[in-house]
Every structure is written in structure tokens, then in C-alpha cells.
């Protein structure tokens, strides 16, 4: 999942930027995003696990944030929320991707190894997304023709 190999674990710059245009979309447009996003990730060469794992991860993940946040502006028209909500669902995913690899028989790697990458992929994806917030926004708008830009 890690499209950058950083110290800690990484980042996917293309998880964050479902997830981002599922908090500031509807929820059928998130599930859309999600199926989109599932199917090109489970097409990857670097993809562990069976084809359509990743699909049914983030059509579940990006039509869950979408739903929470939908119609609340406290999170979809405050950016500090937008953060919070693609970093908890970037955790969220990868549980889902490790409880869903346990299921199916894949290999993931020791408890430790497990924690440190879910640890730094958090805080690399914290770190990343008030960086590429404004540009993920202004696509969103530029697509849709909003008027509220975060």
C-alpha cells in the first residue's frame, strides 16, 4: 500500500487522494472513488492479496467517511476535520487490508513490524495531507464547479 518508502513506513499519495475526495463528495461519488480506487490498486503490480481486496476496502472506507461527513460543514468545510477524517480512514484501511489478509491466508509480517508501519503511515499521512489539501480541493471544485474551496 506504501507508494513511498519512508522511514516509519510510508505514504500512498493515491489513498489520500480517494479519501480526501470522498470526505468533500457525496456518498455515491465516494463509492464511486472507492470502486475506482480499489480496482486500479488491486491491478497494481506491488498489490499483496487477492484481486477485488482492495476494491472492497476502499468502496467500504470512501462511502463510510463520505457518509459521516456528509452535510455536517464542520467536517466538510473545515480542513483540520477533512485531516482527521483521511487519516483515521488511512488507519482504518489498513486494518481492514490486514484483517482481510488474515482471512484469506496472506503473509503480513510480525506484530512489531505491523505496528511500526501502521504508526508511521499514520503520521506520514498526517503530515502529507494538510500539504496536498488546497490541491485535492481545487480538482474537487474544478470538477464539480462548488463554490466552497477549503
Not at 17 to 31: D, G, K, N, Q
Not at 48 to 57: A, E, K, R, S, Y
Not at 140 to 146: M, Y
Request: charged residues 5%; contains cysteine; glycine residues 14%.
Amino acid at each position: 500500500m506504501n507508494q513511498f518508502k519512508l522511514p516509519g513506513g510510508g505514504f500512498s499519495l493515491f489513498v489520500i487522494f480517494a479519501l480526501v475526495w470522498s470526505v468533500i463528495s457525496t456518498p455515491e461519488i465516494a463509492a464511486l472513488t472507492g470502486f475506482g480506487a480499489g480496482i486500479l490498486m488491486d491491478m497494481s503490480g506491488g498489490a499483496g492479496g487477492p484481486v477485488g481486496q482492495w476494491t472492497l476496502i476502499m468502496i467500504i472506507i470512501c462511502y463510510g467517511v463520505s457518509y459521516l461527513g456528509y452535510g455536517d460543514g464542520n467536517i466538510n468545510g473545515n480542513p483540520i476535520g477533512v485531516v482527521f477524517f483521511v487519516v483515521v480512514a488511512n488507519l482504518a484501511t489498513s486494518f481492514l487490508f490486514l484483517s482481510s489478509s488474515a482471512l484469506l491466508g496472506v503473509t503480513t509480517g510480525s506484530f512489531g513490524q505491523i505496528l511500526l508501519t501502521l504508526l508511521g503511515n499514520s503520521l506520514w499521512t498526517l503530515v502529507l495531507t494538510p500539504i496536498v489539501l488546497p490541491v485535492f480541493s481545487f480538482m474537487h471544485n474544478f470538477v464539480f464547479e462548488t463554490r466552497s474551496v477549503l
